[in-house]
């Protein structure tokens, strides 16, 4: 299968500070992305989507940037809150095909 | 709306022991998809569904067996239970317009130890 893979394992951030969370993706096939949120002991939560005809996409307080060129993701979160503490996933999904492929996950601690 | 329901949310099994893990949606959503997930690792698909009849596998689909009769239901068979099974188990569902699937829903888990 696919590999998604994640630049940093664990990210410590202050609470009220922005934070930045990466993926790196290996097939430029793959046109669809998505991030999702998983606190412990819960199902993974959608967070965001883009398409690969998009850079940029805003939600509230995320943002999700995609750089197809170097085949990179990332997830911004403003103003984070102990609440955003969790384990971030993104998804690729290749050429619209059925399946979802996911990368490992990057553990989210906030510090109050 | 429920979402996704998932049943049981925990269960002990012995080696060579079977059961089947229950998923149902009432979104009508048209996908449904089941994943494992590994301690500290990501979700790996398990085996999926695009309609009522229609199953395909994942990437692990071995010990593992699934039917879809209806739109609502997608439960997941596991016969003869080993301890490389021991993981938590999602299912989620999505509506695919037919041009490519959208974002999942998933349930809340089950966490199934093999012993």
């Known amino acids: 299968g696919e590999s998604v893979g994640l630049h940093l394992p664990t990210l410590s951030v202050q609470e009220g500070d922005n934070s930045i969370i990466n993926c790196a993706y290996s097939n430029s096939a793959s046109d669809y992305f998505i991030w999702y949120k998983q606190e412990s002991g819960k199902g993974p939560q959608f967070i965001i989507d883009?398409?690969?005809?998009?850079d940029k996409r805003q939600g509230q307080r995320v943002t999700v940037l995609l750089n197809k060129t170097v085949k990179h993701l990332s997830l911004q979160i403003a103003a984070t809150q102990p609440g955003d503490s969790a384990v971030y996933f993104c998804a690729e999904n290749i050429n619209t095909g059925n399946q979802f492929y996911f990368g490992t996950g990057t553990s989210l601690t906030v510090i109050p | 709306n429920a979402g996704v329901t998932q049943t049981p949310k925990f269960r002990i099994l012995k080696i060579g022991q079977s059961m089947t893990l229950q998923c149902a949606q009432d979104m009508n959503h048209n996908y449904m998809y089941w994943y494992r997930q590994d301690p500290g690792m990501g979700l790996k698909l398990i085996y999926y569904s695009v309609g009522a009849g229609i199953t395909d596998k994942g990437e692990v689909p071995n010990g593992y067996n699934v039917s879809r009769s209806t739109t609502e239901d997608f439960p997941l068979r596991l016969e003869l239970a080993a301890p490389s099974q021991t993981s938590v188990y999602f299912c989620?569902?999505?509506?695919?317009?037919?041009?490519?699937?959208?974002?999942?829903?998933f349930g809340s888990g089950t966490q199934l130890s093999v012993l």
């Open positions: 883009i398409r690969s005809n998009m």
């Open positions: 989620a569902s999505s509506y695919s317009p037919g041009t490519g699937v959208e974002k999942l829903f």
